[in-house]
T-cell receptor, first 112, second 112 residues
Framework: SAVISQKPSRDICQRGTSLTIQCQVDSQVTMMFWYRQQPGQSLTLIATANQGSEATYESGFVIDKFPISRPNLTFSTLTVSNMSPEDSSIYLC?????????FGPGTRLTVL | SQQGEEDPQALSIQEGENATMNCSYKTSINNLQWYRQNSGRGLVHLILIRSNEREKHSGRLRVTLDTSKKSSSLLITASRAADTASYFCATVLNTGGFKTIFGAGTRLFVKA
């Protein structure tokens, strides 16, 4: 199993600013995922973060908007840059296992 | 685009009744998983069914998979108020990695 924590749990931000979300895992993992869940919607994969290499972004997501760091095998950050109200979502990190994924509790972001 | 589509989008039942949720997907999969999400928090893994399996049980959960129709169903028997949550199917693509695509989700409300 894996225990994942995220900080902050929620935040309210002004448009044009940036927010960095932290994800901490209780064990070493090679791969971590970052997801976005817009209000009332499903999860959309933003990027895959591998330690020691650049993150791999999904179609529709770019590094300038969602820079990701992966300094070690237990930690990652996702920054939401130059925010607009459309970025209001829950952001979740997860770690994959062969038959499942473990998710963090999510960061609820509201952009005014 | 989303790999999995679910129906119904929302379901309201009385405690003790059974709840059935359906999921369809588009491409070849390695396995299909169902997750539960309470009140916009992190997702919890419920059950996995592999592409060579047709039915699986876990407690009050029963999952079926029809690869010819590219569809799956989740049955929750004898529902409880605590089952109130959003339920998502997730398909792990048959690409040799862990990339997972989530369906749109079914919001289940169980009335006491």
């Amino acid at each position: 199993s894996a225990v994942i924590s995220q900080k902050p749990s929620r935040d309210i931000c002004q448009r044009g600013t940036s927010l960095t979300i932290q994800c901490q895992v209780d064990s070493q993992v090679t791969m971590m995922f970052w997801y976005r869940q817009q209000p009332g919607q499903s999860l959309t994969l933003i990027a895959t973060a591998n330690q020691g290499s650049e993150a791999t972004y999904e179609s529709g997501f770019v590094i300038d908007k969602f820079p990701i760091s992966r300094p070690n095998l237990t930690f990652s950050t996702l920054t939401v840059s130059n925010m607009s109200p459309e970025d209001s979502s829950i952001y979740l990190c997860s770690v994959p296992r062969p038959d499942t994924q473990y998710f963090g509790p999510g960061t609820r972001l509201t952009v005014l | 685009s989303q790999q999995g589509e679910e129906d119904p989008q929302a379901l309201s039942i009385q405690e003790g009744e059974n709840a059935t949720m359906n999921c369809s997907y588009k491409t070849s999969i390695n396995n299909l998983q169902w997750y539960r999400q309470n009140s916009g928090r992190g997702l919890v893994h419920l059950i996995l069914i592999r592409s060579n399996e047709r039915e699986k049980h876990s407690g009050r959960l029963r999952v079926t998979l029809d690869t010819s129709k590219k569809s799956s169903s989740l049955l929750i028997t004898a529902s409880r108020a605590a089952d109130t949550a959003s339920y998502f199917c997730a398909t792990v693509l048959n690409t040799g990695g862990f990339k997972t695509i989530f369906g749109a989700g079914t919001r289940l409300f169980v009335k006491a």
